[in-house]
């Protein structure tokens, strides 16, 4: 079965400061999934990747799936007090028959003043 | 309506007893998949629900049950609580049954079992 590995597990960042948080999976990535998540709260949409090599940014933040669809990774350029949270990866699978979403255990980022 | 909503936001209960949580998808949704979410881990897959018919499990037991509606809103029903059910439980709606067009997820329910 698939696994996903995030690290590091947590992050303390001066503000303004660059920080990239790195997803590795088992086997190669079909979807991959990037959310946010406040402590104890839904999960936040950030980008999906699907192609090798393919990057995707928004605003301050950006997302690199490798050529070999084995590892992502998530930038977070001149960070903010409002990045600070939870950030998982998660992948599906097409021939997961149970179409799940496969989740990293999450990397948490504090954003100190 | 856009979003997915969730309810109750928090439920305490028994060790026992059985409990039911809703949510209500994202208008023109018709996949809703649920998942238990632990402190400190990822969330982990219970059930899929597709046009009202389960199309997929994660390794969970049989008293964690579901319904998904004509409406696309859905129920997790689980009986038999036991102190390990504590978690926040999240669901999560996309359109057709891998995410291509993303997974719009609620703000879950806490869930604390006594």
């Known amino acids: 079965s698939q696994e996903l590995e995030q690290s590091p597990q947590s992050l303390i960042v001066q503000e303004g400061k660059n920080l990239t948080i790195n997803c590795t999976s088992s086997k190669t990535l079909y979807g991959l999934y990037w959310y946010k998540q406040k402590y104890g709260e839904g999960l936040i949409f950030l980008m999906m990747l699907q192609k090798g090599g393919e990057e995707k940014s928004h605003e301050k933040i950006t997302a690199k799936l490798d050529e070999k669809k084995q590892q992502s990774s998530l930038h977070i350029t001149a ?21 799940q979403l496969i989740w990293g255990a999450g990397t948490k980022l504090i954003i100190k003043p | ?8 936001t928090h439920l305490i209960k028994t060790r026992g007893q059985q409990v039911t949580l809703r949510c209500s998808s994202q208008s023109g949704h018709n996949t809703v998949s649920w998942y238990q979410q632990a402190l ?6 219970i059930f899929q629900y597709y046009r009202e018919e389960e199309n997929g499990r994660g390794n969970f037991p ?46 879950g329910t806490r869930l604390t079992v006594v």
Do not use: K, M, W
Request: glycine share 14%.
């Open chain 2, 1 to 8: 309506e856009t979003g997915v909503t969730q309810s109750p």
């Open chain 2, 62 to 107: 049989p008293r964690f049950s579901g319904l998904q509606f004509p409406n696309y809103s859905s129920e997790l029903n689980v009986n038999a609580l036991e102190l390990d059910d504590s978690a926040l439980y999240l669901c999560a709606s996309s359109l057709g049954g891998i995410g291509t067009y993303g997974y719009t997820f609620g703000s």
């Open chain 2, 40 to 45: 400190g881990q990822g969330p982990q897959f």
């Open chain 1, 79 to 99: 960070s903010q007090p409002s990045h600070a949270g939870i950030y998982l990866c998660g992948a599906d699978d097409p021939l997961d028959s149970n179409y």
